[in-house]
């Protein structure tokens, strides 16, 4: 009796404990198998180098227990952290965004965040802690400071708006002056300023390069966006945890529209020089004297232009916004990394579209597999038409011009989408005298 009470504790409590340790077993090696898959796409696409705030692994303090890969905010959209014997891995270097939350839940203390690694250095500004920098009225919020996410760009933004505001009332009005501070950007941290100046009542002009609402406004569609609430001049509380790329998006427009913020579009800060009373600054519109200059143009840089002739035309954009945008358009996407390759594959999903993809080399050796297989794909479907070894030589109202292995080819075109990097912003600063250190690796 005795003998088989034991067997019916044993099936009661034994067996619902094994099944529950087969179960976590057979989690985590799929856990680790997605990890190796992601991380050899990485290194394959040469993908492994993040592009600012990231974390590193302590391998001797990690124990494995996957808290950080779940914390991320981009899992499961993206894999960016994984498990690999054992220990956690960077295993998607590349759309690691810097949130940090993998350094919070770390119970050991494994996870610290820098910035660069050892063979490639990132540039990043030398902030002072009122937003100023060695150049005497030239003061920088957001990302482009070092300090990425939407929330800490809404503070620096507001912040930085204060200590100029407050300079501005210390120094009173100048001759020959017109601008209190002139703001590069209309990012998170160009949009706040702008609304701090207009609540300070400052003499301000905020210029774009690109489109209102900065690097969100091209976050791809139906983006989950993970932020903290925060305060906005004029309108108040920012309160969003957690909400779509299109209501952000959305949120900031009505505050443009209600406030009657004025922002120049299409105007790309080209250099700025110290004068006697103040800042000299040169756009692609005009030169302006300003008194400061409050750059918000954070780290994505400035789209790499074909130079072309044509490219100036409305039909070319350096974007996708919406694939719908383009239904029913003859469309060249032009370029080989992974952006290239999903504008093609989104806008060829489109009903009634017509999408060449043209690409300088004859592989594409720097995007990842999945996004390879499904361009192959749909070339092998006839949905896209590749154009490798060509290069775009000019574009008109009704075609572009390429030329390819077979001499000049001319096809109809509605629309060209260049997707051919960025031009980042260290360049452009060091030109300015703006101090800039390289951090190969440390915070
Ligand atoms: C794919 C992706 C996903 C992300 N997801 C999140 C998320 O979920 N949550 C979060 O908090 N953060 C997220 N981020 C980070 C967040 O987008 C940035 O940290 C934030 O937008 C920084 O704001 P900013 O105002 O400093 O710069 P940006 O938003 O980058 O705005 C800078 C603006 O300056 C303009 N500009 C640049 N150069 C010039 C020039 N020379 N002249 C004129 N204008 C210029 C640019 O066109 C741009 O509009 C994500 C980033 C990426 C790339
Ligand atoms: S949270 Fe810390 S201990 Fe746990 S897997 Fe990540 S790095 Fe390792």
């Not at 009122?130 to 482009?144: K, P």
């Not at 300090?147 to 009173?172: C, D, F, P, S």
């Not at 004025?262 to 008194?291: C, D, F, K, M, N």
């Amino acid at each position: 009796m005795e003998v088989l009470s034991g067997y019916l504790s044993y099936f009661v409590y034994g067996a619902p404990l094994l099944g529950l340790f087969a179960w976590a077993a057979r989690r985590r090696r799929r856990l680790e198998h997605t990890s190796e898959v992601t991380y050899r796409e990485a290194v394959e696409a040469g993908l492994t180098q993040p592009a600012s705030l990231h974390p590193v692994i302590d391998t001797s303090k990690c124990i494995g227990c996957e808290s950080c890969v779940h914390a991320c905010p981009e899992f499961p959209a993206h894999q960016v952290l994984g498990i690999l014997g054992n220990k956690a891995h960077l295993v998607s270097p590349t759309d690691c965004i810097g949130h940090g939350a993998c350094k919070r839940v770390c119970p050991t203390g494994a996870i610290s965040l820098v910035f660069g690694t050892a063979e490639r250095g990132v540039d990043i500004p030398a902030v002072n802690p009122d937003f100023s920098t060695n150049v005497d009225g030239v003061f920088i919020a957001g990302e482009l400071g070092g300090m990425g996410l939407i929330r800490n760009a809404i503070e620096q933004g507001r912040q930085a708006i204060n200590t100029i505001a407050e300079r501005v009332r210390k120094e009173g009005k100048k001759k020959n002056v017109p601008l209190d501070v002139l703001i590069v950007g209309a990012g998170p941290a160009g949009i706040t300023a702008t609304l701090g100046a207009m609540e300070k009542k400052l003499a301000h002009r905020t210029i774009e390069q690109h489109t209102f609402g900065g690097t969100p406004a091209n976050f791809p569609r139906g983006k989950i966006v993970m932020t903290a609430p925060a305060s906005l001049p004029l309108v108040g509380k920012f309160r969003f945890r957690e909400t779509t790329k299109e209501k952000l998006v959305g949120f900031w427009e009505r505050i443009r529209k209600d406030t009657g913020m004025v922002v120049h579009y299409g105007e790309r800060l080209e250099r700025i020089t110290r004068t006697g009373s103040g800042l000299e600054v040169q756009t692609s519109a005009g030169t302006y004297q300003t008194r400061t200059v409050l750059l918000a143009i954070g780290r994505r840089g400035t789209p790499r232009r074909l130079d072309v002739p044509g490219e100036e035309l409305p039909k070319v954009s350096y974007s996708l916004l919406d694939p719908a945008d383009y239904r029913g358009q003859r469309v060249l996407v032009v370029g080989g990394g992974d952006s290239a390759l999903e504008a093609a594959v989104s806008v060829a999903a489109e009903p009634d579209t017509k999408v060449y993809l043209s690409y300088r080399s004859a592989a594409f050796t720097r995007a990842k597999k999945k996004n390879r297989e499904k361009v192959a794909e749909l070339a092998g479907s006839g949905r896209l038409t590749l154009l490798m070894e060509t290069q775009v030589r000019s574009i008109d109202s009704e075609s572009v011009v390429l030329d390819t292995k077979a001499g000049r080819k001319r096809l109809k075109n509605d629309a060209v989408i260049v997707c051919a990097g960025g031009i980042l912003p260290d360049g452009m600063l060091r030109d300015m005298g703006i101090t800039v250190e390289t951090k190969y690796g440390t915070s």
